[in-house]
């Protein structure tokens, strides 16, 4: 059974910092791409940030130079840090896992911006 859950989330001030983790199991890791997804309330989910098992990584462009993917492999676990948070970074965010050609998802974790 696969399963991954998502850690970190909170409530913060604009300009501050939080750091997503997502712990995984059930699949092989180290093969797997892992990423990150978000949903704002009355909004489309929006690809956050991938990371293939090469470590090659991508964001979307409201992230870039503010967040940063890792995975380390011997935690199956994959990290996204935050930082210089706006509140329209305001979301549910979502880790998701692709093995194999099937995605996986987690519950999500909610993360609040107050300016």
């Known amino acids: 059974q696969v399963q991954l859950v998502e850690s970190g989330g909170g409530l913060v001030q604009a300009g501050g910092s939080l750091r997503l983790s997502c712990a995984a199991s059930g699949i092989v890791f180290s093969t797997s791409t892992m990423g990150w997804y978000r949903q704002a309330p009355g909004k489309q989910r929006e690809l956050v940030a991938q990371?293939?098992?090469?470590?090659?990584?991508t964001y979307r462009d409201s992230a870039k130079g503010r967040f940063t993917i890792s995975r380390d492999n011997a935690k199956n676990t994959v990290y996204l840090q935050m930082n210089s948070l706006k509140p329209e970074d305001t979301a549910v965010y979502s880790c998701?896992?692709?093995?194999?050609?099937?995605?996986?998802w987690g519950q999500g974790t909610q993360v609040t911006v107050s300016s």
């Open positions: 990371i293939h098992n090469s470590g090659y990584t």
């Open positions: 998701y896992a692709i093995e194999y050609g099937r995605t996986y």
